[in-house]
């Protein structure tokens, strides 16, 4: 479950004039002058040590200037004055190698972020980045229904991560029961405001929580389809999340999700903060947890700067 506490507390030095000079840094910092982001920051932490956003801007602007080493301990100085690392220091400890990413989630700094890209989210997602993950799952299942020859329907269906029920509105009309989780209070606020066309709530359930805890909570053998969008881009180590899933799901149950993917070994971060996972990486979490791949192809779910993200596609089934 996310954090329920205000980054605030991190965000502020609890001084005015030091909170201004941060400030005046961050605009540095922005405009490309990382040298006099880290001058302004030195002075500023010199006075305020506990200012965890200030740690965390110095992080960045000594990686602008290539001091990789000095980067990894401003984000460690990050996480030990916020261990629940509301800015996502574990994520660019990953992301320079200096962690590993199977260790670098950060349920608190998605919930967070979420929480204040909520209002903009459908039609950031749709039209700038053309997301299209709730099209290719649907036609995914479909596929897989009709060459099982079984009807394209699923009584009970789990949507981890749900957003603001973008999943939800695709798949809603092959679905009985439809329960979905999200970190961020606000996503689900929006995800509960959206009806069907009958004038019904579009999700039966929903749930301010993290997958897998959304997942442990449900009782074995329940679901008939978990599903995940775009999730698994904000989480490093997946066999958590696998085998709830695989537990929760009713033998021959289907597991349909999408992942950003890299060509080499294991998971890594990217620039982008967004975990990838290797296709021989995921092969080995699914046969872990007993979930049978069906599908596995490459796929794109959005862009970025106007070049298609490398992804995939995966369809699996519970033994």
């Known amino acids: 479950m996310i954090e329920k506490s205000s980054t605030a507390h991190f965000a502020s030095s609890g001084d005015p004039t030091l909170d201004r000079r941060y400030a005046w840094a961050e605009a540095a910092f922005k405009e490309g002058d990382a040298q006099a982001a880290v001058e302004i920051l030195d002075q500023t932490l010199a006075q305020a040590y506990h200012f965890t956003a200030a740690w965390h801007l110095y992080g960045l602007a000594q990686e602008a200037l290539g001091h990789k080493e000095d980067a990894a301990t401003a984000w460690r100085q990050c996480l030990d004055l916020d261990p629940n690392d509301h800015f996502g220091a574990r994520l660019d400890l990953a992301r320079i190698g200096a962690m590993s990413a199977e260790e670098a989630t950060s349920e608190n700094f998605?919930?967070?972020?979420?929480?204040?890209?909520?209002?903009?989210?459908?039609?950031?997602?749709?039209?700038a980045l053309q997301y299209n993950a709730p099209a290719l799952l649907k036609a995914a299942l479909a596929r897989i229904c009709d060459n099982a020859r079984k009807p394209f329907r699923f009584d009970a269906v789990l949507d981890l991560g749900c957003g603001t029920g973008l999943m939800g509105e695709a798949i809603r009309d092959e679905t009985g029961f439809l329960a979905g989780c999200d970190l961020s209070p606000r996503m689900i606020e929006r995800a509960r405001a959206k009806m069907r066309a009958d004038g019904d709530s579009l999700y039966d359930k929903l749930a301010v929580a993290g997958l897998t805890a959304f997942l442990t909570s449900r009782p074995d053998a329940c679901a008939d389809l978990v599903i995940a969008a775009d999730v698994f881009v904000y989480v490093g180590e997946l066999a958590p999340a696998f085998a709830q899933s695989a537990r929760v799901l009713k033998h021959g149950g289907l597991f349909a999700f999408t992942v950003q993917s890299h060509e080499g070994e294991g998971v890594v971060v990217g620039a982008d903060r967004r975990f990838a996972h290797a296709e021989s990486w995921l092969r080995q979490r699914l046969e872990e947890a007993k979930l049978s791949p069906l599908m596995i192809e490459p796929a794109s779910t959005r862009q970025d700067r106007g070049e298609a993200v490398p992804g995939l596609l995966v369809v699996a089934q519970r033994l």
Do not use: N, V
């Open 110 to 127: 998605s919930g967070t972020l979420f929480d204040t890209y909520a209002e903009r989210f459908d039609s950031h997602l749709t039209q």
